[in-house]
């Protein structure tokens, strides 16, 4: 024991901001099992390509690897992950994209793909792209450049990490090879800063937890969201997903995005509570579409509880084509506050549609700074039928005095100007 001590601490002498050896004799301990946690510098450092360090790192199949601060950042090509693995990033690490390389259209920092219990912890420590040079000459115009993809893994946990400057979302959860959802994930403490598409896409996902989570500064190709939950197919799944204390700040698209469209009325229902999260200068704080009529809606509850959403550039709630016979909305001691434009509440009926919009219920909601605009707008120029079981309460903050509304579809309809 005490041997493998001393060789420990030998080992990090051979690190140096410039480069470090390949150290054979802890690797050999590692392959015999003697050594259970290691770090990626026992495989060597380059300052200018440490990819072939950190995936055969990962691949040797420790229980526990430290992604070491060697006082340089670690510049990699697409790095794959495998199973039964804890990696550590220390401090003060960056992981950063290697400048001309991601020519692949999916080419991701990380990716996963089948894999189970895999955790990633990085308090401190930085994964970061280059979202400008994908955007410009030598690279095709793609959105799937992401820092993390996880198509169909299992038990997995992302603490602590910052992931930036993507060419496509901070982190991707995808379907599996063969349409496996993602299931018991757990993000936490997790920053997605100024990436190319989404802060964060669920596309597959049973069991998912994000808590104290940030999504800002997402800028590149629609829909630019702090998060977007947008499956492909009616098979996929949105299924037990929480939110708790999350900010989407100052995206150029939506904070909360949920284009449920794809799911049909024969799909799993969804399950989604948003909890105590705040959306702070975003297009809209909220938007959610599902297709229209009974076999095209997807069913089950999508409820906001207790969130704050304010300064909407363009309203606060933006709701399209929802029915009554699709998935329950509610939103439950919610503030909705000083959008800059638009109205707070926007419920939208477009061409396609067959039936009116319902199924939402508002609890002892605030809306605050109104600017001389209705409330609740009701767009429909198609269906020409109000809103069904649109119903609860709103407070509406009119400054000098607080004025409870009771909603139901004759008020709303009883606000539009233009209704015929």
Known sequence: MYRIIIMCLISLLFVSGAGAQRNQSMIDLVKTGKVKVARASWWGFDAADSTNAIQDAINSGVRKLVIDNVGSPWIIKPITLVSNQIIVFEPGVEVIAKRGEFKGKGDCLFRANGKENITLIGYGAVLRMRRADYDGPGYEKAEWRHVLSLCGCTNVKVYGLTLADSGGDGIYLGSGRNGEANKNISIKDVKCIRNYRQGISVINAENLLIEKTIMCGTAGTPPQAGIDFEPNLPSERLVNIVMRDCVARDNQGDGYEFYLSPLKAMSEPVSIRIENCTSIGNNHSVFLATGNSKEDAVKGKVEFVNCNFRGGRNGGLFIVNKPESACKVRFVDCSILDPENGPPILLKVEKSSKEPIGGIEFHKCL????K??????????????????????????????KKSVEVRPEWIIGLQSNWR
Do not use: C
């Open 372 to 401: 001389n605009r209705t409330p609740v707008r009701y767009e429909d120029n198609y269906v020409k039928v109000p809103p069904k079981s649109v119903f609860g309460e709103i407070i509406l903050d009119q400054g000098s005095e």
């Open 367 to 370: 809306i605050r700074n109104l």
